[in-house]
């Protein structure tokens, strides 16, 4: 069972910056797709960023495009979204997920992490 532990959020004025961190347990990390996703009160989970598991491939949400840079470090298991220009409708948690499939894009991620709440102020 891969475990994914996120990292890094917390309340920021607008127009600053974040990065978040997601490590993971599971040894074969280098084998995943990875992706972030996040969740504002009352709207549904919507997706943010992806990262290919070899390629270097990278997908982004046209609201953040631009402003966050999705990156891994294989050797430390971790992946990361460096969030700049932050805005308040940036609010919301924060999710890393991980996916098994060889397909690229990912349809479906096999596992989640627990969330990190982000909060930008106006």
């Known amino acids: 069972q891969v475990q994914l532990v996120e990292s890094g959020g917390g309340l920021v004025q607008a127009g600053g910056s974040l990065r978040l961190s997601c490590a993971a347990s599971?040894?074969?990390?280098?084998?995943?797709?990875m992706g972030w996703f996040r969740q504002a009160p009352g709207k549904e989970r919507e997706f943010v960023a992806r990262?290919?598991?070899?390629?270097?491939?990278?997908a982004y949400a046209d609201s953040v495009k631009g402003r966050f840079t999705i990156s891994r470090d294989n050797a430390k298991k971790t992946v990361y979204l460096q969030m700049n220009s932050l805005k308040p409708e940036d609010t919301a948690v924060y999710y890393c997920a991980a996916a098994m499939t060889p397909r690229w894009p990912p349809v479906s991620y096999d596992f989640w992490g627990q969330g990190t709440q982000v909060t930008v102020s106006s």
């Open positions: 599971g040894r074969t990390f280098s084998s995943y797709a």
């Open positions: 990262i290919s598991r070899s390629d270097g491939y990278t």
